[in-house]
């Protein structure tokens, strides 16, 4: 794991928007497409894998994120400690997939970012950044999707009623989160 400073140094809280980064949270990207794949995630991580374009599924422990369809995200719904170098999980599932050439596993808990945006006008500043249409996404919770805020790529996760977790990579992290303290600003 990389020893990095956080994106957000404070919480930002704007009238109507917080914005908060979720820090240490595991992530791991799985590639993948034949059924022994998805038998043997099945099996690993006790959860389906959603198949339906721009869903999730969830467990106690985990979040599965649809990327494509032989592309997942899977994010631990726990905080682990920032000390953490290697992940069970991670280790598990790359003895049981990748060295069996079954599909791909990749940590990528130190490449993206996770923020949580809460309020009832998040949606109006995703509104202003992004191309995407958000209607049916905020309707639908579990409902996911890839985009582009403010010519950043990113992955949203619509967590619940006016939440969404959104994964950006760490490179571009703290513009976005300037950007979009900036927009919450003029609402």
């Given at each position: 794991?990389?020893?990095?400073n956080?994106?957000?140094?404070n919480?930002?809280?704007?009238?109507?928007?917080?914005?908060?980064?979720?820090?240490?949270?595991?992530?791991?990207?799985?590639?993948g497409?034949?059924r022994?794949?998805?038998?043997?995630?099945?099996?690993?991580?006790?959860?389906?894998?959603?198949?339906?374009?721009?869903?999730?599924?969830?467990?106690?422990?985990?979040?599965?994120?649809?990327?494509?369809?032989?592309?997942w995200?899977?994010?631990?719904?726990?905080?682990?400690?920032?000390?953490?170098?290697?992940?069970?999980?991670?280790?598990?599932l790359?003895?049981?997939?990748?060295?069996?050439?079954?599909?791909?596993?990749?940590?990528?808990t130190?490449?993206?970012?996770?923020?949580?945006?809460?309020g009832?006008?998040?949606?109006?500043?995703?509104?202003?950044?992004?191309p995407?249409?958000?209607?049916?996404?905020k309707?639908?919770?579990?409902?996911?999707?890839?985009?582009?805020?403010?010519?950043?790529?990113?992955?949203?996760?619509?967590?619940?009623?006016?939440?969404?977790?959104?994964?950006?990579?760490?490179?571009?992290?703290?513009?976005l989160?300037?950007?979009?303290?900036?927009?919450?600003?003029?609402?």
């Open positions: 794991m990389l020893n990095y956080s994106v957000i140094k919480e930002i809280n704007q009238e109507s928007v917080s914005v908060k980064e979720i820090s240490q949270v595991m992530k791991i990207n799985l590639r497409k034949r022994e794949f998805l038998k043997n995630i099945g099996k690993n991580l006790n959860m389906i894998l959603p198949t339906e374009a721009n869903t999730s599924t969830t467990s106690d422990k985990l979040t599965a994120i649809w990327l494509s369809p032989d592309e995200m899977i994010v631990s719904n726990q905080l682990v400690s920032k000390d953490a170098i290697k992940y069970e999980l991670h280790e598990m790359f003895n049981s997939i990748s060295k069996t050439n079954l599909g791909a596993v990749t940590n990528v130190d490449q993206f970012v996770q923020l949580e945006l809460k009832k006008n998040i949606y109006e500043i995703f509104s202003a950044g992004s995407f249409n958000f209607n049916e996404f309707e639908k919770k579990g409902s996911t999707t890839q985009t582009v805020l403010n010519h950043i790529d990113v992955i949203m996760h619509h967590k619940d009623e006016n939440v969404v977790n959104l994964f950006v990579r760490r490179s571009f992290a703290e513009h989160c300037s950007w979009i303290e900036d927009c919450a600003s003029r609402l």
